[in-house]
T-cell receptor, first 112, second 115 residues
Framework: GENVGLHLPTLSVQEGDNSIINCAYSNSASDYFIWYKQESGKGPQFIID?????DKRQGQRVTVLLNKTVKHLSLQIAATQPGDSAVYFC???????????FGTGTKLQVIP | DAGVIQSPRHEVTEMGQEVTLRCKPISGHNSLFWYRQTMMRGLELLIY????????DSGMPEDRFSAKMPNASFSTLKIQPSEPRDSAVYFC?????????????FGEGSWLTVV
């Protein structure tokens, strides 16, 4: 269902360190998941996706892990850079692949 | 390739006025979504269309909001009359759902302020 963003969790990471952003999804029937990055003043941008028949998927400096047992997603960013500072959203795909529901979002702050 | 194009980017209007937000989806995409984003409520799905037909409008807050998609390359979200609590960023997004999933692509948003 919908998430009400009363409070945006913030993760502060030193430049060069790895970041891990977590997300709990709500619909056990969802079988496609996406991570988005939203920079200030812009729309969310696609980062990486994963289907439910996978546990892990790697991209450039990013890795997504999926644990269907506990309905948990994580996004790992290697060697975090200042340009990674943004709000990160997980999204789940249900209902015939049309409806996409977003999580609350996590703000990532990279400390130079 | 051009992404999702929204207009206006910014609008300030007085309470009671009609607001029309416009969207051109990515060419070839057959699903279109309108989202609203606020600090308090995050990213909310208002309505989505598939092949120009509204599929789910359960997120539309009230009768003051309406959305249309007269053809595959254009959609509008209208608020009449507008109220200060409608102030938010409104995103349009589009996609081409496949058997493997539905990755949606967002526009840059329309920043609405109702005073």
């Amino acid at each position: 269902g919908e998430n009400v963003g009363l409070h945006l969790p913030t993760l502060s990471v030193q430049e060069g360190d790895n970041s891990i952003i977590n997300c709990a999804y709500s619909n056990s029937a969802s079988d496609y998941f996406i991570w988005y990055k939203q920079e200030s003043g812009k729309g969310p941008q696609f980062i990486i996706d994963i289907r439910s028949n996978m546990d892990k998927r790697q991209g450039q400096r990013v890795t997504v892990l999926l644990n269907k047992t506990v309905k948990h997603l994580s996004l790992q960013i290697a060697a975090t850079q200042p340009g990674d500072s943004a709000v990160y959203f997980c999204a789940e795909n249900g209902e015939g692949y049309q409806k996409v529901t977003f999580g609350t979002g996590t703000k990532l702050q990279v400390i130079p | 390739d051009a992404g999702v194009i929204q207009s206006p980017r910014h609008e300030v209007t007085e309470m009671g006025q009609e607001v029309t937000l416009r969207c051109k989806p990515i060419s070839g995409h057959n699903s279109l979504f309108w989202y609203r984003q606020t600090m308090m409520r995050g990213l909310e799905l208002l309505i989505y269309f598939n092949n120009n037909v509204p599929i789910d409008d359960s997120g539309m807050p009230e009768d003051r909001f309406s959305a249309k998609m007269p053809n595959a390359s254009f959609s509008t979200l209208k608020i009449q009359p507008s109220e200060p609590r409608d102030s938010a960023v409104y995103f349009c997004a589009s996609s081409f759902p496949s058997g493997t999933g539905n990755t949606i692509y967002f526009g840059e948003g329309s920043w609405l302020t109702v005073v």
